[in-house]
């Protein structure tokens, strides 16, 4: 496994894991990588800095709090986006995910639920869909 720093052509940086840098290759060229801040396929690797051990120590340690709140926030901007920009359909996701693939009603990017068989059932039919976690929400 790989993992990746990538950029957007809308500035987002994220990074993602790949089999090998082949399979970064076919994806990207594929246009199968999307950005998970404003969904452009618009997406290349990002410069990064190897990864280099201190000395006997190792690396140094990892703040796991500073970890989860960068996580939880990329959540939060992630999920933000989504109701900004999408048509929220509830518990009916995966029909109508599966109305937009057969051409039964217009192309839009929408939200919702779906229990895992109903997944299981779009990717039965190829239907492409993103997994999101679901947060509580919190006041700050």
Not at 43 to 59: D, Q
Request: with cysteine.
């Amino acid at each position: 496994m790989i993992l990746y720093q990538l950029a957007c052509g809308n500035g987002h940086q994220f990074e993602a894991w790949f089999r090998d840098g082949a399979t970064y290759d076919e994806q990207s060229t594929a246009g199968d990588i999307q950005c998970p801040f404003c969904s452009t396929t618009r997406v290349s690797k990002a410069p990064m800095a190897p990864n280099v051990a201190t000395g006997a120590g190792g690396k140094e340690p990892v703040d796991e709090a500073d970890v989860t709140d960068r996580v939880l926030q990329a959540v939060a901007t992630l999920t933000e986006h989504l109701e900004e920009n999408c048509e929220y359909v509830g518990d009916d996701f995966a029909e109508e995910a599966r109305r937009i693939h057969y051409g039964e009603t217009g192309e839009r990017d929408i939200y919702g639920e779906a229990t895992d068989q109903e997944t299981a059932e779009l990717d039965d039919e190829d239907i492409s869909y993103w997994r999101v976690p679901v947060l509580p929400r919190r006041d700050n």
